[in-house]
């Protein structure tokens, strides 16, 4: 059975650090790429960053500079470091797999297969 378990997450303070993980467990998780959404509440989904089989990264411009994605594939698991948070930040984040490789656009939430259970980031201003 194929699985991304979410942990990381919580309340911060406007300028403070969390870090969201991503374990994936069922199926070989690297050849697959890594996604992390979020969605605020009355807003659509957005995709926040990724990371490819291969390495490469994608970031929207909203993060760029502030998050980092990473991926340890001895361990299955996914990172997001997000640095210097913002009311706008705070959101239900989520992880999600697609296979590696495709060459659609990385933000396009429905072009990924497996989705985690969503953590929430509440950032007071």
Same mark, same amino acid.
């Given at each position: 059975?194929?699985?991304?378990?979410?942990?990381? !997450?919580?309340?911060? @303070?406007?300028? #403070?650090?969390? =870090?969201?993980?991503? +374990? &994936?467990?069922?199926?070989?998780? *690297?050849?697959?790429?890594? !996604?992390?959404?979020? @969605?605020?509440? #009355?807003?659509? =989904?957005?995709?926040? +960053? &990724?990371?490819?089989?291969?390495? *490469?990264?994608?970031?929207?411009?909203?993060?760029?500079?502030?998050?980092?994605?990473? =991926?340890?594939?001895?361990?299955?698991?996914?990172?997001?470091?997000?640095?210097?948070?913002?009311?706008?930040?705070?959101?239900?984040?989520?992880?999600?797999?697609?296979?590696?490789?495709?060459?659609?656009?990385?933000?396009?939430?429905?072009?990924?297969?497996?989705?985690?259970?969503?953590?929430?980031?509440?950032?007071?201003?």
């Amino acid at each position: 059975q194929r699985q991304l378990l979410q942990s990381g !997450g919580g309340s911060v @303070q406007g300028g #403070g650090s969390l =870090r969201l993980s991503c +374990a &994936a467990s069922g199926y070989t998780y *690297s050849s697959y790429c890594m !996604g992390w959404f979020r @969605q605020a509440p #009355g807003k659509e =989904r957005e995709g926040v +960053a &990724a990371i490819d089989s291969d390495g *490469s990264i994608s970031y929207a411009d909203s993060v760029k500079g502030r998050f980092t994605i990473s =991926r340890d594939n001895s361990k299955n698991t996914v990172y997001l470091q997000m640095n210097n948070l913002n009311a706008a930040d705070t959101a239900m984040y989520y992880c999600a797999a697609r296979s590696a490789g495709d060459s659609r656009e990385w933000w396009l939430g429905d072009t990924y297969n497996y989705w985690g259970q969503g953590t929430q980031v509440t950032v007071a201003s």
